[in-house]
């Protein structure tokens, strides 16, 4: 079962889901992604470091962040640094505010700062990488993560970021091995195995993504987008009947979208 989020971090998340859950990169099928479950711990503090003296201003910084007013949240953030120019909370908050009016250059500046005074700061590490990837600068997002995953192997989100991170710099065998191990961290994510399924599809991992399709199938008979997950992957390994069976049913469910008929024909060409 999964714990919902308490305190400042679940307060914050929903603003950074809304941020980082916008459509981007090469892939089609991977542009939701963030969208689907964030797990960015924009208000975590480093840990490690002591008391923060400007605790209490980057807590109102983090306060106008949920209430949408990005810039007093940036108007508290410079108060905070003010006060403690070597607070990396402040920087990775300030980061954080600054993706809500699109400053993505200065964000990424911002949490490169808070890595460089913390650098076993995993929320500023994986906040960057996540910028570098809304920038598209696919590789050095997926580096920064393979370093970072090792400061917090057992955090099953920062696993699956690095798994979809993975995927975005084309390193497909690599992303679903940290697919294989933030399911193992956290096995009732369905949401994480749909994404492993896609990637296993892009991979050309047809008979594996057919597992993962068929069991979302399975648990949920009337979501399209899977059975037609689920059709590719029949189709791509040679389970041609099922994959007819699937398709045909898709066709009947949506009789105005050509793709799958289209797709249909083009695979028994």
């Known amino acids: 079962m999964i714990e919902p989020e308490?305190?400042?971090?679940?307060?914050?998340n929903g603003l950074v889901r809304l941020i980082f859950g916008l459509s981007w990169g090469p892939w089609a099928c991977l542009v939701l992604f963030l969208a689907a479950s964030a797990t960015v711990y924009a208000a975590d503090p480093p840990s490690g470091t002591g008391p923060d003296p400007a605790q209490a201003i980057i807590e109102e910084a983090v306060r106008k962040i949920e209430e949408g007013r990005p810039d007093d949240a940036l108007a508290a953030c410079r108060k905070a640094l003010a006060q403690n120019p070597q607070s990396a909370w402040a920087f990775n908050v300030q980061g954080t505010a600054r993706l809500a009016t699109n400053q993505w250059p200065q964000a990424l500046d911002d949490f490169t700062r808070a890595a460089e005074l913390a650098p076993g700061y995993v929320a500023a590490r994986l906040n960057r990488a996540l910028v570098l990837a809304r920038l598209q600068r696919y590789d050095e997002a997926a580096k920064e993560l393979d370093q970072t995953v090792h400061l917090a192997p057992r955090d099953a989100g920062l696993v699956r970021h690095h798994g979809r991170v993975l995927s975005l710099a084309g390193r497909l065998d690599a992303s679903v091995r940290a697919y294989d191990n933030a399911l193992t961290l956290a096995p009732g994510r369905t949401d994480w195995l749909r994404e492993r399924g896609r990637v296993l599809l892009q991979a050309r991992r047809?008979?594996?993504?057919?597992?993962?399709?068929?069991?979302?199938v399975e648990l949920d008979p009337d979501m399209v987008q899977d059975r037609w997950s689920r059709a590719q992957a029949a189709l791509g390994s040679g389970r041609l009947a099922e994959g007819r069976t699937d398709y045909d049913?898709?066709?009947?469910?949506?009789?105005?979208?050509?793709?799958?008929?289209?797709?249909?024909?083009?695979?028994?060409?």
């Open 206 to 216: 047809y008979y594996r993504a057919w597992v993962d399709f068929n069991r979302l």
């Open 249 to 269: 049913l898709i066709i009947t469910l949506e009789p105005g979208n050509p793709d799958p008929m289209n797709e249909l024909a083009w695979f028994l060409a």
């Open 6 to 12: 308490s305190g400042l971090r679940g307060r914050c």
